[in-house]
């Protein structure tokens, strides 16, 4: 079946610095979501990427789809205290349901 | 509110017990998912539904979990028998089409002692 894997599974950032999470599926996507989940929250719905090679940005969030659209990338830029929190991407292949990875939980220091 | 409600949002309940979940969705919305997620890992996938029918029940849901969406609105999710390897957090999602934004409940946290 579909597998989506996310690393690193944890990073510790201080405040300012950069962050980076990958995103890799075992097969080709139709579309990947990138969710946010707050301690203690649920999952809230970040971005949707469909194209090839495409490249979204919001604020400071600069998301990825590779050109095989077998892999992602989430980044934050000069990250803030807000950002704390876990990132899941979730893959689809044609129709079929959402398949999530297990998530990246970023700490941020102040 | 209009997101997606859930009830209860926690529930204790002895193993061997029988118990139900409700999720309410986006009242527009005609897909309904149900996952389950429990510490560390990513939301795992139950069953959806698309308006009343239930389209994909995932292989690794046992005999004993169940769920309906009679009207194609509300959803429950009933656990029969229940294993303390049950205890997770209960999500419903709902979004608007196949491939859209879904939007998460707040979840039922069950605890089976």
């Known amino acids: 079946g579909q597998q989506v894997m996310q690393i690193p599974q944890y990073q510790h950032v201080q405040e300012g610095e950069d962050f980076t999470t990958y995103c890799n599926s075992s097969?080709?996507?139709?579309?990947i979501q990138w969710y946010k989940q707050r301690p203690g929250g649920h999952p809230v719905f970040l971005i949707q990427l469909v194209k090839s090679g495409e490249v979204k940005k919001q604020k400071r969030l600069t998301f990825q789809f590779g050109e095989a659209k077998k892999n992602s990338s989430l980044h934050i830029t000069a990250t803030q205290t807000t950002d704390v929190g876990t990132y899941f991407c979730?893959?689809?292949?044609?129709?079929?349901?959402?398949?999530f990875g297990k998530g990246t939980m970023l700490l941020v220091s102040p | 509110d209009t997101g997606v409600s859930q009830d209860p949002r926690h529930k204790i309940t002895k193993r061997g017990q029988n118990v139900t979940f409700r999720c309410d969705p986006i009242?527009?919305?005609?897909?309904l998912y149900w996952y389950r997620q429990t510490l560390g890992q990513g939301p795992e996938f139950l069953t959806y539904?698309?308006?009343?029918?239930?389209?994909?029940k995932s292989r690794l849901l046992s005999d004993r979990f169940s769920a309906e969406r009679p009207k194609g609105s509300f959803s429950t999710l009933e656990i029969q028998r229940t294993e303390q390897g049950d205890s997770a957090m209960y999500l419903c999602?709902?979004?608007?089409?196949?491939?859209?934004?879904?939007?998460f409940g707040q979840g039922t946290r069950l605890t089976v002692v």
């Open positions: 539904f698309q308006n009343e029918a239930q389209l994909e």
């Open positions: 979730a893959g689809r292949t044609g129709y079929s349901t959402l398949t």
């Open positions: 999602a709902s979004s608007l089409a196949p491939g859209a934004e879904a939007f």
């Open positions: 097969t080709t996507l139709s579309n």
């Open positions: 009242s527009e919305h005609n897909r």
